[in-house]
């Protein structure tokens, strides 16, 4: 009677749980694979295996460029809402000059201005924020109130900027969702098929020491994939 052959044991992970690391998993895979002539699977082949990591690749490279420009334009973001912030009391009290401070209330929404509790601020929603800062450049006009240091001419290139970057970043998280969703499809598709390969070679090479060293050659058991 032939001994029972038992799966070869496993102690670091097969695959990678980073992208880009399982990314170059697949691509060594890919290149492995063609010239295993006896190696197949009932559901895919070699050829399409090299395709669709290539198109995995090709992913998250999409996914890490949308994101890339997020974290920068945030900040910018950041900076003005603290110009904002800073220098808004500057037009409240243009409006106090000319009206007087129970009158100047009035005047507020005209220039974006709403009241938040006990203050009265450029709503702090970012898209109603880009938004109020456009009706605060009009108003300045509309009040003649624009002359000076901190008039339109301080105003208008952060209300442009202001725009510009909020509508960078609805554009970025929308096409970052997009990638997120092409890259997790095709990862399910790469790990389904890795763990297929990494199981054909168990079973043809029972000898541990040969299934470790096909494993490595085929892109599997490296030290930095946990």
């Known amino acids: ?29 890919a290149q492995y694979w063609p010239g295993q002539a006896w190696l197949t699977l009932r559901y895919t082949t070699a050829a399409k295996f090299t395709r669709l990591a290539a198109d995995y690749a090709a992913a998250v490279d999409s996914r890490q460029q949308a994101g890339s420009a997020r974290p920068v334009a945030a900040d910018e973001l950041l900076d003005l809402d603290a110009q904002i912030e800073a220098n808004l009391y500057r037009v409240k009290a243009r409006l106090v000059d000319k009206y007087d401070k129970k009158k100047a209330l009035a005047y507020y929404p005209t220039l974006g201005i709403v009241k938040n509790g006990a203050a009265y601020i450029i709503d702090r929603d970012r898209t109603r924020r ?74 043809n090479y029972p000898d541990p020491a040969e299934y470790k060293a096909e494993l490595r050659a085929a892109g599997f058991q490296r030290e930095q994939y946990r």
């Open 130 to 203: 880009a938004a109020a800062l456009t009706t605060l450049v009009a108003g300045l006009a509309t009040e003649k109130i624009g002359d000076g240091d901190h008039g339109t001419a301080f105003w208008q290139p952060i209300a442009t900027r202001y725009n510009e970057l909020k509508g960078l970043l609805t554009d970025t998280n929308g096409d970052i969702s997009k990638a997120v969703a092409t890259k997790d499809i095709l990862r399910a598709q790469i790990e389904q098929t890795l763990y297929s390969l990494a199981k054909v070679l168990d079973a």
């Open 1 to 29: 009677m032939e001994p029972t052959i038992q799966p070869n044991p496993r102690k670091t992970a097969l695959l990678a749980t980073n992208d880009q690391q399982l990314a170059a998993q697949a691509t060594a895979a």
